[in-house]
Protein backbone atom coordinates (compact mmCIF):
# COMPACT_ATOMS: atom_id res chain seq x y z
CA UNK A 1 0.00 0.00 0.00
CA UNK A 2 1.31 3.23 -0.63
CA UNK A 3 1.01 6.74 1.14
CA UNK A 4 -0.68 9.76 0.34
CA UNK A 5 1.30 13.06 0.39
CA UNK A 6 -1.40 14.10 2.76
CA UNK A 7 -1.14 11.27 4.64
CA UNK A 8 2.60 11.59 5.23
CA UNK A 9 2.47 15.75 5.62
CA UNK A 10 0.51 15.11 8.27
CA UNK A 11 2.04 12.90 10.39
CA UNK A 12 5.02 14.67 9.50
CA UNK A 13 3.43 17.82 10.98
CA UNK A 14 1.94 15.81 14.10
CA UNK A 15 5.56 14.52 14.94
CA UNK A 16 6.98 17.86 14.89
CA UNK A 17 9.32 16.94 11.89
CA UNK A 18 11.49 19.94 10.19
CA UNK A 19 12.57 18.00 7.15
CA UNK A 20 10.48 15.66 4.86
CA UNK A 21 11.60 13.95 1.72
CA UNK A 22 9.03 12.20 -0.28
CA UNK A 23 10.02 9.85 -3.08
CA UNK A 24 9.00 6.81 -4.98
CA UNK A 25 6.09 8.39 -6.76
CA UNK A 26 3.70 6.60 -8.35
CA UNK A 27 3.79 7.01 -12.30
CA UNK A 28 0.49 9.25 -12.70
CA UNK A 29 2.58 12.01 -10.98
CA UNK A 30 5.87 11.86 -13.24
CA UNK A 31 5.46 14.80 -14.53
CA UNK A 32 5.40 18.51 -13.88
CA UNK A 33 1.74 18.80 -13.32
CA UNK A 34 1.92 15.62 -10.98
CA UNK A 35 4.70 16.68 -8.62
CA UNK A 36 3.32 20.64 -8.13
CA UNK A 37 0.01 19.02 -7.23
CA UNK A 38 1.95 16.44 -4.44
CA UNK A 39 3.87 20.09 -3.54
CA UNK A 40 0.50 21.81 -3.31
CA UNK A 41 -0.88 18.92 -1.57
CA UNK A 42 2.32 18.39 1.19
CA UNK A 43 2.22 22.60 1.34
CA UNK A 44 -1.37 22.33 2.88
CA UNK A 45 -0.38 20.06 5.86
CA UNK A 46 2.91 20.42 6.48
CA UNK A 47 4.65 23.44 7.58
CA UNK A 48 8.58 22.63 7.78
CA UNK A 49 11.22 21.75 4.66
CA UNK A 50 10.51 19.06 2.14
CA UNK A 51 11.71 17.90 -1.61
CA UNK A 52 10.27 15.55 -3.78
CA UNK A 53 13.33 13.49 -4.44
CA UNK A 54 13.80 11.86 -8.11
CA UNK A 55 16.07 8.29 -7.80
CA UNK A 56 19.80 8.77 -6.84
CA UNK A 57 19.40 12.08 -5.40
CA UNK A 58 21.54 13.22 -2.40
CA UNK A 59 21.08 15.14 0.75
CA UNK A 60 22.67 16.84 3.73
CA UNK A 61 22.46 17.56 7.02
CA UNK A 62 24.47 19.99 8.93
CA UNK A 63 24.80 20.50 12.76
CA UNK A 64 21.70 22.63 12.47
CA UNK A 65 19.44 20.08 11.10
CA UNK A 66 19.22 22.01 8.08
CA UNK A 67 18.41 19.69 4.84
CA UNK A 68 19.74 20.40 1.73
CA UNK A 69 19.95 18.75 -1.74
CA UNK A 70 23.40 18.14 -2.77
CA UNK A 71 23.70 18.85 -6.46
CA UNK A 72 25.61 16.77 -8.62
CA UNK A 73 28.69 17.64 -10.03
Given amino acids: MHSS ?3 VA ?6 GLINLILTHFSPRHQDCA ?3 AIADEVHQYYQGNFYLADDF ?9 QLSKVNPK
Avoid: N, P, S, V
Fill in 5 to 7: AKI
Fill in 10 to 15: EFAQKK
Fill in 34 to 36: GQQ
Fill in 57 to 65: DQFTLDATR
